[in-house]
């Protein structure tokens, strides 16, 4: 399945992971949606710095995910079977590198490690199973909004309407 890269997933990937590596945590959690207080303490559960790697998406967009964010093209992150929502980990493949929130359960399917969200499959450049690597680099708070492309201070005043252009 591949899917039209669009600005916006592009730019929110991108600001996600430049936040992240300048800042820390605290930043990729402000990008992300996450709000306020100190982030967790990153999970102790083993992963492998490698691991095959599926995406997800159309099918579920409009679903909640286990971890209580509402899926959409644009949301970024990834599911693990054994991370705790909100740990923060750096996916690579081919030369890309970004930084995702645990957002949910899985895969279950295809004998995958790591099912990723479409956001973040787009900005990696996947487009089928592929193998990745994976380091668990922190954790942020979850929230409804962990993973959400950023709120313009337009679109917070009008409830996420966007001006007639």
Known sequence: MRTPRTATTTLLALLAATACMASGTTALAAT??????????????????????????????????????????????????????????????????????????????????WDLTAGAAQALDITETVRIGTRVVGAAPNTPLLGSPPVTPEEAATGGAQAAG
Do not use: E, M
């Open 32 to 113: 992300t949606g996450a709000t306020g207080g100190a982030s967790p303490a990153p999970a102790k559960t083993k992963v492998h710095k490698t691991g095959i790697a599926t995406w997800f998406g159309p099918g579920f967009y409009g679903q909640a995910t286990a971890c209580g964010q509402t899926l959409t093209p644009a949301v970024v992150g990834v599911a693990n079977r054994t991370l705790p929502c909100g740990t923060l980990v750096k996916v690579t493949y081919k030369g890309h590198a970004l930084v995702v929130p645990v957002l949910d359960r899985g895969p279950y399917a295809n004998h995958a490690d």
